[in-house]
């Protein structure tokens, strides 16, 4: 066994012990109501196997980082897959500091559902070890990328909390207008959750299907002497092909259900790698999302938030609004040492300018900009509590946006960290 | 602090408008690519000349200068030349000076092709691209019109035809 | 409008003020409240605060209020939004945005262009709102530093039971034995906890970690430094930022300074197949590993001005330029961003030799650039009458060149010598074999009577040619502003670092006869400071739940 196939192996392992953990950590909040239990021991007891279990998890997951790091030579955050699970790792190293600080056991209910979600999206990108290009063979590399995700763990501590602030604090009996507000969006946060895991189960199901669909594409690119290139693509799809690259002929599609692809061609105002088969992506991950929803609001019948409620009854509102408070001023300053700063050293070093306004630059900042908001605003009394933890859970999906979005969607000098 | 405040206070609003001004100042009025444009005055440069004695600009001021970037190889440049040297010999008297600057070509070409034109006003090699990279040349050729005290009246990009030559030399001879 | 500000204890305070500057209690409020106070500040009034404002002083609030500074925060959130949309025009150099916009991306890119998008973060207004966010930096934090240094710094020991009691962490309860030693010992077990105490024979003040109030200040200094920065790098002399390229093997003179700069060699290596994974095999792809310019600098010491001169250079550097790793010279430094692999021709080597024998003359060598105008070979003198560095035909059938890059040279040679006319003969000669049958050479050396001589200018090996094998694409920078733009960013740091993980806790505590009354702030962290109060309560002989401690005001 190489060290390539023990770093897998550890990787998988990681990712089981994160389930397992998360069942724990249900077992340990929700089973102190079950009959014929002592709730004291019974938290104590199974607070500890499921803190044990995640921690061994992170163990694992900390192998998985060690021997990958070992077989290539480098940090492995250079791409996507690579990112994501180091963003993972950090979002559990972070749940264990929240978790040593405050000792609640129902903050890992919520943490490591993020964390297993965030790892099987990574997942979904290639594995492939990849050598360095030349412009990431850089000190830099290991500190601005590891700070980064860092930060944003933090970021992401405070977005679970802040959930289970507003899960715990909405009131389901009432009618009036902001009451009715807050329902319908909780309920669509958990929807946008749900879709996130359709986006990994389509992509698995039809892997495991071997599916595939083949389109050429003529890309038009217009060089540097404003003329028309053409250059002939071939395109592979892994999903039904519900939308076309833009300008091109099917070459094979594989049968689904004996539905006929394409529905239709992407429009060619998008942008960045391969828009056509990352529209399809997220119709897919949108479709297969929604129908997981309703399967479960037809099993359970009633709202998800309905059903996720009850369980943080226990939890004093204010911890959780502390928690999360104190989770992103933990992160802020390691988000702004290494989104920020390092990477402008890194960029002066690199291309000689400190700041280009690179669209990844610019949401860093924008990200930046959110939570320094944010930390302005807790100043006030009145945004404490249910406000701020609408904004921890906003500012966490302008991290996704910065780390996932922009390298779907806009194309940039950070483009490498991509997808392929 | 009681009495000293209002002063600080306006020291300190006015630092505000002095230096936001020229931030907001300079993004909107600055040249982005720094190179010369109408009204401002034009950089000096030190060439050689075909003559083998060295050009300065500045040993110009005082004149109206026509400042003409070309190259042998340039088409439009070449179908120029005649009209700048017909301009050049017309105006030579009024205090006038019109430059050939070649753009990084060796004496040898310069040479040759100037004794087949015929121009004799003074051609000035830039062989390291010193003065192209002061003017931000972009096409060729690029003519500048510099009254007598230094500063760009116009700038042409393309070709230039006779009458327009002269009308634009008619300008910068005028008091 | 008039307020009495005058406390009970006798203290005459400033307009704005919340809680006394003496004793602390709530100016405003019910004395039935036991709701947690408001301890933004510490109470006092910020210097802004007046009776009645006059236009300076309305400017001035306007700054001074963090509620705007939100506003600006945000508003410069969506403006940056906007400009990552589309690409940006200064992330290229060659397309005219007026077009392009359009071309690529239809009306919506028009409409973008004409909003003024496309350069959104050099626009009027987006500077603007930076200049504002400056001032907000500055105003903000001078209105609040000084009084909030001078309350802290003038802190009473003896608080008012308001203030206590509607502190959040509070705790108040009749104490068994209450003797003398009781604030002796507490003093003992708080300093063991870290906190400064100052006490007097019934009330105590401790207090730790005070420096951890002036890290926002700390970070808005910095933030100031950085911005100052930023907008003087542009100040002209300040910065240079330019484009060159660098042939190998030649000494190119860096514009505008007395720097010349010598590319040795560009190397640029791929991963070898066995590093790739396997897809990247599969499909062919190379990946780079390393790109690479040996540069020597020269400063020039002598003649530097003196364009009839060759200048006299000295090596000042000599650095491997990779990506992430450029040559820095006093501030001078020259970046790794491009490169171009097409060989260019430097100077041939051709000899002279007879056509129908192959007897050679001997050779010479012909360099495309700055060439000689006669050579002597053999018994025979060959004048060079005119070259084309990228020859051609033009419509009149004239040779004309097309460019000055020695793409297809020429070279048009009068050859004299013996048996030979006595005005010589024309030989044109091209040194590329390609160009040599495209421009058909043996055709037009006929027609212009060049094949007479029975001569033929020839390259006989490859060690006759020399080739620019490479030119390297760099960049230099100056940017004499930088050292304060990284100055700004550590005070940043330095005050996220003070402000964010240390915490200034203060606990009040006052003896009321029998009854111990206890109040605790902090800056951040309540749970970790009722901890702290329960252990130090605990010390104290006293039982107390951490969750107790909490005061939640009326509504528990």
Redesign the interface.
């Given at each position: 066994m190489n060290v390539l196939e023990i770093s897998r192996l550890a990787f998988v392992v990681a990712f089981y012990l994160y389930c397992l953990s998360f069942i724990f950590y249900v077992v340990a909040v929700t089973g102190k109501t079950w009959r014929n239990r002592d709730p004291v021991r019974h938290e104590r007891k199974w607070g500890t196997v499921s803190f044990v279990t995640s921690s061994l998890g992170l163990l694992s997951h900390f192998i998985y980082c060690g021997t990958r790091w070992a077989y290539s030579g480098h940090i492995p955050v250079s791409n996507m897959y690579e990112f994501m699970t180091f963003l993972s790792m950090m979002v559990m190293l972070a749940f264990t500091v929240i978790f040593l600080?405050?000792r609640k056991i129902l903050i890992g209910m919520f943490a490591l559902p993020v964390a297993i979600i965030i790892m099987a999206y990574a997942a979904v990108f290639?594995k492939?070890?990849?050598?360095l290009?030349?412009?990431l063979?850089?000190i830099?590399l290991y500190i601005h990328v590891t700070l980064a995700a860092t930060g944003e763990a933090f970021f992401a501590i405070g977005f679970a909390a802040g959930l289970m602030y507003l899960l715990r604090t909405v009131e389901f009996d009432k009618q009036d207008k902001s009451s009715l507000r807050q329902k319908r969006w909780l309920e669509f946060t958990l929807y946008s959750i749900i879709i996130v895991l359709g986006f990994v189960i389509s992509v698995y199901g039809f892997r495991a299907a071997n599916y595939e669909a083949v389109f050429v594409q003529n890309t038009t690119v217009?060089d540097?002497?404003?003329q028309e290139d053409s250059t002939i693509e071939r395109i592979v799809y892994n999903l039904p092909p519900i939308v076309a690259p833009d300008d091109s002929k099917p070459e094979y599609i594989d049968s689904f259900l004996g539905l006929k692809f394409p529905w239709f061609e992407a429009p060619s105002?998008m942008k960045g790698e391969q828009a056509g088969r990352q529209l399809n992506t997220v119709i897919w991950a949108v479709v297969t999302g929604t129908l997981l929803y309703f399967l479960l609001r037809l099993l359970l019948r009633k709202p998800l938030s309905r059903l996720i409620a009850p369980t943080l009854k226990s939890l004093?509102p204010?911890?959780l609004d502390?928690i999360s408070?104190?989770s992103i001023?933990?992160g802020?300053?390691i988000f702004?040492?290494g989104a920020?700063?390092f990477a402008?050293?890194?960029a002066?070093?690199?291309?000689?300018?400190?700041w280009?306004?690179?669209?990844k630059e610019?949401?860093a900042?924008?990200t930046w900009?959110?939570y320094?908001?944010y930390l302005?605003?807790r100043?006030?009394?009145g945004f404490q509590g249910r406000q701020s933890s609408w904004l921890a859970v906003i500012g966490f999906i302008v991290v996704m946006f910065t780390l996932i979005g922009?390298n779907l969607i806009?194309?940039?000098l950070h483009s490498y960290a991509g997808v392929d | 602090?009681g009495k000293a405040?209002?002063p600080v206070?306006?020291v300190?609003?006015l630092f505000?408008i002095v230096?936001?001004g020229?931030?907001?100042g300079?993004?909107?009025f600055?040249d982005?690519k720094g190179r010369p444009t109408q009204g401002s005055t034009s950089p000096d440069f030190?060439?050689?000349g075909m003559d083998?004695?060295?050009h300065s600009l500045k040993e110009y001021r005082g004149k109206a200068v026509v400042i003409n970037f070309w190259?042998?190889?340039c088409?439009y440049c070449v179908s120029e030349m005649p009209a700048l040297q017909a301009q050049w010999e017309k105006w030579r008297d009024q205090d006038v000076v019109m430059l050939g600057i070649n753009?990084?070509?060796?004496?040898?070409?310069v040479d040759?092709f100037v004794k087949q034109v015929g121009v004799d006003f003074p051609i000035l090699?830039d062989?390291?691209?010193?003065a192209v990279?002061?003017y931000g040349i972009v096409p060729m050729p690029t003519t500048f019109f510099v009254d007598k005290k230094g500063s760009i009246v116009s700038i042409h990009e393309g070709e230039l035809d006779l009458t327009m030559l002269d009308e634009q030399i008619g300008k910068l001879v005028e008091p | 409008m008039i307020q009495n500000t005058k406390c009970e204890c006798g203290h005459q305070n400033r307009v704005g003020t919340v809680l006394c500057e003496a004793c602390g209690k709530p100016l405003y409020d019910s004395d039935q409240s036991t709701e947690p106070l408001?301890m933004?500040y510490d109470g006092v009034a910020r210097?802004s605060q007046k009776s009645n404002p006059n236009f300076?002083?309305r400017?001035?609030n306007f700054f001074s209020s963090?509620?705007v500074?939100?506003y600006l925060?945000?508003i410069?959130?969506v403006g940056?939004?906007f400009?990552?949309v589309f690409?940006?025009e200064?992330?290229f150099v060659?397309?005219?945005p007026s077009t392009f916009y359009k071309?690529?991306?239809?009306t919506?890119?028009d409409i973008y262009y004409k909003l003024g998008l496309s350069h959104t973060?050099?626009?009027?207004w987006f500077?603007?709102l930076?200049?504002?966010i400056?001032?907000s930096l500055?105003?903000c934090s001078?209105d609040r530093v000084?009084p909030l240094y001078k309350a802290l710094s003038r802190q009473k020991i003896r608080k008012h039971r308001q203030f206590l009691i509607r502190q959040r962490v509070v705790y108040e309860a009749p104490v068994e034995n209450l003797t003398e030693g009781w604030i002796p010992r507490a003093v003992i077990s708080l300093k063991k906890k870290g906190y400064r105490v100052k006490h007097d024979e019934d009330a105590l003040l401790a207090e730790k970690q005070r420096f951890s109030r002036w890290g926002p200040y700390i970070i808005h200094i910095g933030l100031i430094i950085f911005l100052?920065a930023v907008?003087f790098r542009?100040l002209p002399g300040l910065q240079i930022?330019?484009h060159y390229w660098f042939p190998e093997g030649e000494v190119?003179?860096i514009?505008?300074s007395n720097l010349y700069l010598k590319n040795e060699g560009f190397t640029v290596e791929y991963?070898p197949e066995e590093?790739?994974?396997?897809?990247?095999r599969e499909s062919g792809r190379v990946?780079?590993?390393?790109?690479e310019t040996k540069a020597v600098l020269y400063q020039c010491t002598a003649d530097c001005?003196?364009?009839?001169k060759e200048p006299v250079l000295e090596e000042v550097k000599r650095h491997d330029i990779?990506?992430?790793?450029?040559l820095n010279y006093n501030g001078f430094?020259v970046?790794q961003f491009d490169f171009d692999l097409t060989p260019k021709l430097r100077s041939v080597t051709p000899s002279l030799v007879r056509a129908d024998t192959g007897e050679s003359y001997g050779k010479f060598k012909l360099s495309m650039?700055?060439?000689e105008?006669t050579y002597q070979v053999g018994p025979y003198t060959l004048e060079?009458?005119?070259?084309y560095?990228?020859f051609d035909l033009?419509e009149e059938g004239k040779p004309?060149?097309?460019?000055?890059d020695p793409n297809a040279p020429a070279f048009l040679f009068v050859i004299k010598g013996p048996d030979l006319p006595e005005a010589g003969v024309q030989y044109i000669y091209f040194p590329k074999q390609i160009d040599k049958e495209r421009f058909q050479q043996d055709a037009i050396n006929k027609r212009l009577g060049g094949l007479d001589s029975g001569l033929a200018l020839d390259v006989l090996g490859m060690e006759d040619v020399d080739f620019i094998a490479s030119s390297s694409y760099l960049?230099i920078?100056v940017d004499r502003a930088?050292p304060f733009?990284?100055i700004g960013?550590g005070i940043?740091?330095l005050g996220?670092?003070l402000g964010?993980?240390w915490h200034h806790r203060r606990i009040w505590l006052r003896l009321d006869g029998q009854t111990l009354i206890l109040g605790a702030h902090t800056s951040?962290?309540?749970?970790?400071l009722r901890r702290e109060v329960a252990r130090f309560l605990q010390d104290m002989g006293v039982d107390v739940d951490e969750?107790h401690l909490?005061n939640?005001g009326n509504q528990v």
């Amino acid at each position: 066994m190489n060290v390539l196939e023990i770093s897998r192996l550890a990787f998988v392992v990681a990712f089981y012990l994160y389930c397992l953990s998360f069942i724990f950590y249900v077992v340990a909040v929700t089973g102190k109501t079950w009959r014929n239990r002592d709730p004291v021991r019974h938290e104590r007891k199974w607070g500890t196997v499921s803190f044990v279990t995640s921690s061994l998890g992170l163990l694992s997951h900390f192998i998985y980082c060690g021997t990958r790091w070992a077989y290539s030579g480098h940090i492995p955050v250079s791409n996507m897959y690579e990112f994501m699970t180091f963003l993972s790792m950090m979002v559990m190293l972070a749940f264990t500091v929240i978790f040593l600080i405050y000792r609640k056991i129902l903050i890992g209910m919520f943490a490591l559902p993020v964390a297993i979600i965030i790892m099987a999206y990574a997942a979904v990108f290639p594995k492939d070890v990849q050598p360095l290009i030349p412009s990431l063979q850089s000190i830099w590399l290991y500190i601005h990328v590891t700070l980064a995700a860092t930060g944003e763990a933090f970021f992401a501590i405070g977005f679970a909390a802040g959930l289970m602030y507003l899960l715990r604090t909405v009131e389901f009996d009432k009618q009036d207008k902001s009451s009715l507000r807050q329902k319908r969006w909780l309920e669509f946060t958990l929807y946008s959750i749900i879709i996130v895991l359709g986006f990994v189960i389509s992509v698995y199901g039809f892997r495991a299907a071997n599916y595939e669909a083949v389109f050429v594409q003529n890309t038009t690119v217009i060089d540097s002497e404003v003329q028309e290139d053409s250059t002939i693509e071939r395109i592979v799809y892994n999903l039904p092909p519900i939308v076309a690259p833009d300008d091109s002929k099917p070459e094979y599609i594989d049968s689904f259900l004996g539905l006929k692809f394409p529905w239709f061609e992407a429009p060619s105002w998008m942008k960045g790698e391969q828009a056509g088969r990352q529209l399809n992506t997220v119709i897919w991950a949108v479709v297969t999302g929604t129908l997981l929803y309703f399967l479960l609001r037809l099993l359970l019948r009633k709202p998800l938030s309905r059903l996720i409620a009850p369980t943080l009854k226990s939890l004093d509102p204010d911890d959780l609004d502390e928690i999360s408070y104190r989770s992103i001023a933990i992160g802020f300053p390691i988000f702004t040492l290494g989104a920020l700063v390092f990477a402008m050293i890194w960029a002066q070093q690199a291309w000689g300018r400190f700041w280009g306004w690179d669209p990844k630059e610019v949401w860093a900042l924008i990200t930046w900009l959110f939570y320094s908001a944010y930390l302005h605003l807790r100043l006030s009394r009145g945004f404490q509590g249910r406000q701020s933890s609408w904004l921890a859970v906003i500012g966490f999906i302008v991290v996704m946006f910065t780390l996932i979005g922009v390298n779907l969607i806009i194309a940039g000098l950070h483009s490498y960290a991509g997808v392929d | 602090m009681g009495k000293a405040r209002r002063p600080v206070q306006i020291v300190i609003l006015l630092f505000i408008i002095v230096l936001g001004g020229y931030a907001i100042g300079s993004t909107v009025f600055g040249d982005h690519k720094g190179r010369p444009t109408q009204g401002s005055t034009s950089p000096d440069f030190k060439l050689l000349g075909m003559d083998g004695s060295v050009h300065s600009l500045k040993e110009y001021r005082g004149k109206a200068v026509v400042i003409n970037f070309w190259a042998t190889w340039c088409t439009y440049c070449v179908s120029e030349m005649p009209a700048l040297q017909a301009q050049w010999e017309k105006w030579r008297d009024q205090d006038v000076v019109m430059l050939g600057i070649n753009t990084g070509e060796d004496r040898l070409t310069v040479d040759r092709f100037v004794k087949q034109v015929g121009v004799d006003f003074p051609i000035l090699l830039d062989s390291q691209n010193e003065a192209v990279q002061k003017y931000g040349i972009v096409p060729m050729p690029t003519t500048f019109f510099v009254d007598k005290k230094g500063s760009i009246v116009s700038i042409h990009e393309g070709e230039l035809d006779l009458t327009m030559l002269d009308e634009q030399i008619g300008k910068l001879v005028e008091p | 409008m008039i307020q009495n500000t005058k406390c009970e204890c006798g203290h005459q305070n400033r307009v704005g003020t919340v809680l006394c500057e003496a004793c602390g209690k709530p100016l405003y409020d019910s004395d039935q409240s036991t709701e947690p106070l408001e301890m933004r500040y510490d109470g006092v009034a910020r210097r802004s605060q007046k009776s009645n404002p006059n236009f300076i002083d309305r400017i001035w609030n306007f700054f001074s209020s963090v509620k705007v500074a939100v506003y600006l925060i945000i508003i410069t959130l969506v403006g940056a939004i906007f400009g990552t949309v589309f690409e940006q025009e200064s992330n290229f150099v060659y397309f005219d945005p007026s077009t392009f916009y359009k071309q690529k991306y239809g009306t919506i890119g028009d409409i973008y262009y004409k909003l003024g998008l496309s350069h959104t973060y050099e626009s009027w207004w987006f500077v603007t709102l930076l200049v504002m966010i400056g001032a907000s930096l500055v105003i903000c934090s001078l209105d609040r530093v000084l009084p909030l240094y001078k309350a802290l710094s003038r802190q009473k020991i003896r608080k008012h039971r308001q203030f206590l009691i509607r502190q959040r962490v509070v705790y108040e309860a009749p104490v068994e034995n209450l003797t003398e030693g009781w604030i002796p010992r507490a003093v003992i077990s708080l300093k063991k906890k870290g906190y400064r105490v100052k006490h007097d024979e019934d009330a105590l003040l401790a207090e730790k970690q005070r420096f951890s109030r002036w890290g926002p200040y700390i970070i808005h200094i910095g933030l100031i430094i950085f911005l100052l920065a930023v907008l003087f790098r542009g100040l002209p002399g300040l910065q240079i930022d330019k484009h060159y390229w660098f042939p190998e093997g030649e000494v190119t003179k860096i514009p505008e300074s007395n720097l010349y700069l010598k590319n040795e060699g560009f190397t640029v290596e791929y991963y070898p197949e066995e590093e790739l994974p396997e897809k990247f095999r599969e499909s062919g792809r190379v990946v780079p590993k390393l790109f690479e310019t040996k540069a020597v600098l020269y400063q020039c010491t002598a003649d530097c001005d003196d364009p009839s001169k060759e200048p006299v250079l000295e090596e000042v550097k000599r650095h491997d330029i990779r990506v992430n790793d450029p040559l820095n010279y006093n501030g001078f430094k020259v970046y790794q961003f491009d490169f171009d692999l097409t060989p260019k021709l430097r100077s041939v080597t051709p000899s002279l030799v007879r056509a129908d024998t192959g007897e050679s003359y001997g050779k010479f060598k012909l360099s495309m650039t700055n060439s000689e105008e006669t050579y002597q070979v053999g018994p025979y003198t060959l004048e060079l009458s005119n070259k084309y560095m990228d020859f051609d035909l033009n419509e009149e059938g004239k040779p004309v060149s097309k460019s000055k890059d020695p793409n297809a040279p020429a070279f048009l040679f009068v050859i004299k010598g013996p048996d030979l006319p006595e005005a010589g003969v024309q030989y044109i000669y091209f040194p590329k074999q390609i160009d040599k049958e495209r421009f058909q050479q043996d055709a037009i050396n006929k027609r212009l009577g060049g094949l007479d001589s029975g001569l033929a200018l020839d390259v006989l090996g490859m060690e006759d040619v020399d080739f620019i094998a490479s030119s390297s694409y760099l960049n230099i920078r100056v940017d004499r502003a930088m050292p304060f733009v990284w100055i700004g960013l550590g005070i940043v740091m330095l005050g996220l670092v003070l402000g964010f993980y240390w915490h200034h806790r203060r606990i009040w505590l006052r003896l009321d006869g029998q009854t111990l009354i206890l109040g605790a702030h902090t800056s951040k962290d309540w749970f970790g400071l009722r901890r702290e109060v329960a252990r130090f309560l605990q010390d104290m002989g006293v039982d107390v739940d951490e969750k107790h401690l909490e005061n939640r005001g009326n509504q528990v």
